[in-house]
């Protein structure tokens, strides 16, 4: 009851508003009907698209602009935690893991969150990967492994160049688990220059993973 009545007041005075169009919506999703037409943006990248050399390929879900950029530093920087459920909405309901495995050719497929450098994941007290993936692989029945570990003190990303990028994650991810001859699919929010993902594929293959893929939530249109 007391669930039903808290739910009732929510929708009253602090109804759900798309970030893109600012209009009420209904239900989970994060986006209206017309913005996330406007905003989904599913692309298939190429090693050679990003210049990586560890990476199979990517597939990217929506452009990082508007209310999708502004639904993630929500979540990065604000703690809106939230929106956390409506991204995770937006993934489950925006490609099948059958469609990748027919496109990537996999039999099974380890699915790997890019892991938060800890102290922000505790500041936080979330990890935005794990969050907004883990209800898409449970719903496509896919195994999950935290096996990535983020060294503490790596600085963030955002507004770093694309050197810089690739210096700043360089040595920054153990190995934990036994990837020995897998097919990994790593996930992540953002996908920018592609140093983060090309880094961890690097580490995963040098541990024995027989090939990487990534699946990130958005990325920039000029990928």
């Not at 009420?24 to 017309?34: E, H, K």
């Not at 963030?156 to 934990?176: M, T």
């Amino acid at each position: 009851m007391w669930s039903e009545l808290g739910s009732l007041w929510q929708a009253i005075f602090y109804p759900q508003r798309c970030p893109e169009c600012k209009r009420i919506i209904n239900g989970q999703a994060l986006l209206c009907t017309d913005c996330r037409t406007k905003l989904q943006n599913i692309r298939f990248l190429h090693t050679g698209t990003f210049g990586g050399k560890h990476l199979a390929g990517a597939c990217l879900l929506y452009a990082y602009e508007g209310g999708v950029k502004e639904a993630l530093h929500g979540v990065k920087y604000l703690r809106r935690k939230g929106l956390l459920a409506r991204l995770a909405a937006e993934v489950k309901n925006s490609i099948s893991g059958k469609k990748l495995a027919e496109l990537w050719r996999w039999q099974a497929i380890m699915v790997v969150p890019i892991p938060t450098e800890p102290t922000r994941r505790e500041d936080r007290g979330y990890d935005i990967p794990r969050e907004i993936f883990l209800p898409w692989c449970r719903q496509e029945g896919l195994l999950w492994q935290e096996t990535l570990r983020r060294r503490a003190g790596s600085r963030p990303q955002y507004g770093l160049d694309k050197k810089a990028r690739k210096d700043n994650v360089a040595e920054s991810f153990q190995v934990s688990g036994n990837v020995q001859g897998k097919t990994v699919l790593l996930v992540d929010d953002i996908f920018t220059t592609g140093a983060t993902m090309e880094e961890a594929a690097r580490l995963l293959k040098k541990a024995g993973a027989q090939v990487v893929w990534g699946l990130a939530f958005s990325g920039g249109r000029d990928m």
